[in-house]
């Protein structure tokens, strides 16, 4: 204990029991922050209990680190090229990035494969975090020869928002720099892909979007 009397965390003013107490408080603050292994975070219900659509944020928003769940090992690792950690040799993700839950763009009708994307324009938040969302627009666009539709949307709490808009008219009209500058993202954030930008839509097409794919 001599050492943590030296930085004053123990002694007659902080005794030994309240020192571990406060360890364990922060063993837990910061436990639950941290993505659950072994979760089956693909397969989550589309909608929560509150009705409102789920994603599952893979990447955080400001981070140029290529996040992506492994449903089969089921965890979150950093995607590799050529054996190395894939960082993106642009600007970092504009939003949270992540997918919609128990759907599935099916490579037989057009779709790449996978769940559907999405971008959730709000407050940075960590690998693992399930957020309830609101769509409020659509990009359309093709990479690789696939379907490869971007959901946009807005955290359904307020507190982490942060624009107003809350449809894709207001979004159009109050935020057109940010939709410009998302669609330049993914048209240029990697170059090897070939990436088609067609068009934007709203938040109608949106949620029909999710509802084509939705597999639960």
Same mark, same amino acid.
């Given at each position: ?41 693909? !397969? ?25 769940? @492994? ?13 190395? &950690? ?19 763009? @099916?490579? $037989?009708?057009?779709?790449?494969? $996978?769940?559907? @994307? ?29 379907? $490869? !539709? ?18 894709? !008219? ?19 954030? $990697? ?11 709203? &938040? ?13």
């Amino acid at each position: 204990m001599q050492k943590l009397n030296a930085f004053g965390l123990v002694g007659n003013k902080m005794n030994k029991s309240i020192f571990i107490i406060t360890i364990g408080l922060c063993i837990i603050f910061f436990s639950c922050d941290a993505p659950k292994e072994n979760k089956d975070y693909y !397969h989550l219900p589309t909608y929560s209990s509150n009705n409102n659509i789920q994603a599952v944020v893979e990447i955080p928003a400001g981070t140029n680190h290529k996040i992506e769940y @492994d449903k089969v090992a089921r965890k979150f690792i950093v995607d590799s090229l050529e054996g190395k &950690e894939r960082i993106i040799d642009f600007l970092p993700y504009l939003g949270n990035y992540g997918f919609i839950p128990s759907t599935y763009s @099916d490579p $037989d009708h057009g779709g790449d494969g $996978d769940a559907l @994307d999405v971008l959730v324009l709000g407050e940075n938040t960590p690998t693992g975090s399930i957020m309830e969302i609101i769509p409020i627009a659509m990009l359309e666009m093709i990479d690789d020869g696939a379907v $490869d !539709h971007k959901i946009i949307a807005i955290p359904s709490n307020e507190k982490q928002r942060i624009i107003k808009a809350a449809n894709f !008219h207001d979004f159009s009209t109050q935020y057109p720099a940010i939709r410009k500058m998302i669609g330049n993202w993914f048209d240029n954030y $990697d170059l090897k892909d070939e990436v088609q930008i067609l068009r934007w839509t709203g &938040e109608e097409a949106a949620i029909r979007e999710i509802k084509k794919w939705k597999t639960n």
